[in-house]
């Protein structure tokens, strides 16, 4: 995604890392899965320096050559980018975008207080 068109007219744009009106949301109820994937990446670790066995992602052979944060920074931002809803906060009208996944389109939220802006920054 580069621009994406807010119902105020404000165009929010998406075309880096880091960026201060961009996030993430991962559903409570994922939790527990998360924690599991993290183990099981903790533990397909071990076994691979210890056993030096062949990890797998999606189906394809690690790289030997991979290291753990590699292969960390793979399985855990994959399995993230599957679980978490990305969220955008419009600069100008202060509206919260989320993407549904399912229904292909964006669901708008207004802010209903005084202080919201910038709320997906990292110092807020
Ligand atoms: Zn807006």
């Known amino acids: 995604m580069a621009k994406i068109p807010c119902t ?3 165009r929010i744009i998406d075309i880096s890392d880091n960026l201060p009106t961009k996030g993430a949301i991962i559903p409570n ?5 998360l924690q599991g994937k993290l183990d099981e990446i903790v533990i ?4 691979h320096r ?3 066995e062949i990890l797998t992602f999606n189906g394809r052979p690690i790289p ?8 960390i920074g793979i399985t855990f931002f994959s399995y993230h980018g599957s679980i978490s809803k990305e969220i955008w906060q419009c600069n100008a009208c202060g509206r919260i975008l ?4 399912g229904k292909e389109r964006f669901i708008f939220f207004s802010p209903d207080s ?3 802006e910038n709320i997906l920054s990292k110092d807020t």
């Open 8 to 10: 105020c007219g404000n």
């Open 98 to 101: 989320i993407w549904h996944k």
């Open 114 to 116: 005084e202080g919201s």
């Open 64 to 71: 030997a050559n991979a290291t753990d944060e590699d292969i």
């Open 29 to 33: 109820q994922l939790y527990d899965d």
């Open 44 to 47: 397909g670790l071990k076994k």
């Open 50 to 52: 210890e056993n030096k």
